[in-house]
């Protein structure tokens, strides 16, 4: 069974940092590319972020562009976004994705996701 | 960037009856990849359908997609207890440029 569990999140004030992190299972993490989408409370889902099944390709939304930082472990089954400069307006549910492929294509499972809070 | 349209904003509906989703593209959506998310309170999102018209693994029947180029459909043939949700399409034709729609809230009339 896919498992993607999300943990990392908080409250932090504006302009501050922190790293999420997805724990995956029940599949052969090397071989799909992960995503990250956001829903702001109340609202849509968003999408955040990619990278490729070796980490050899990234992708960021323009709002997240420049302050989000995505990576993986690849021997630790582990998926990272580092968030750094952070706005009120990243206030959000972050959910671990998986790609279907090594590549950018369809999001098969998700995460229950992480709640990330900005605020002072 | 494709934006992506989706009515009615919320549907009320009485179990077994049929249920009828839109999602408007600004542009064409390339080899019709197009995907449909379901979303209940407190649970990860699940894959539904994808490439307009797949079902995903597990996904019974009565969840069937159509559409191509700028309009899709989800269509619901008869409502269960445990459909009543918030539906999102998703284009990845532009990947990973991806865009979500707002989503459709379906709810027990």
């Known amino acids: 069974e896919v498992q993607l569990v999300e943990f990392g999140g908080g409250l932090v004030q504006p302009g501050g940092s922190l790293r999420l992190s997805c724990s995956a299972s029940?599949?052969?993490?090397?071989?799909?590319?992960l995503h990250w989408v956001r829903q702001a409370p109340g609202k849509g889902l968003e999408y955040v972020s990619a990278i490729n099944s070796d980490g050899s390709s990234t992708y960021y939304a323009d709002s997240v562009k420049g302050r989000f930082s995505i990576s993986r472990d690849n021997s630790k089954n582990t998926l990272y976004l580092q968030m750094s400069g952070l706005r009120t307006e990243d206030t959000a549910i972050y959910y671990c994705?998986?790609?279907?492929?090594?590549?950018?294509?369809?999001?098969?499972?998700w995460g229950l996701g992480t709640l990330v809070t900005v605020s002072s | 960037e494709i934006v992506l349209t989706q009515s009615p904003g919320t549907i009320s509906l009485s179990p077994g009856e049929r249920a009828t989703l839109s999602c408007r593209a600004s542009e064409s959506v390339s080899s019709s990849y197009l995907a449909w998310h379901q979303q209940k309170p407190g649970r990860a999102p699940r894959l539904l359908i994808y490439?307009?018209?797949i079902r995903a693994t597990g996904i019974p029947d009565r969840f069937s997609g159509s559409g191509s180029a700028t309009d899709f459909t989800l269509t619901i043939s008869r409502l269960e207890p445990e459909d009543f949700a918030v539906y999102y399409c998703q284009q990845y034709g532009s990947a990973p440029q991806y865009t979500f729609g707002q989503g459709t809230k379906l709810e027990i009339k």
């Open positions: 490439g307009a018209s």
């Open positions: 029940g599949f052969t993490f090397r071989r799909h590319a």
């Open positions: 994705v998986k790609d279907v492929t090594g590549g950018y294509y369809v999001f098969d499972y």
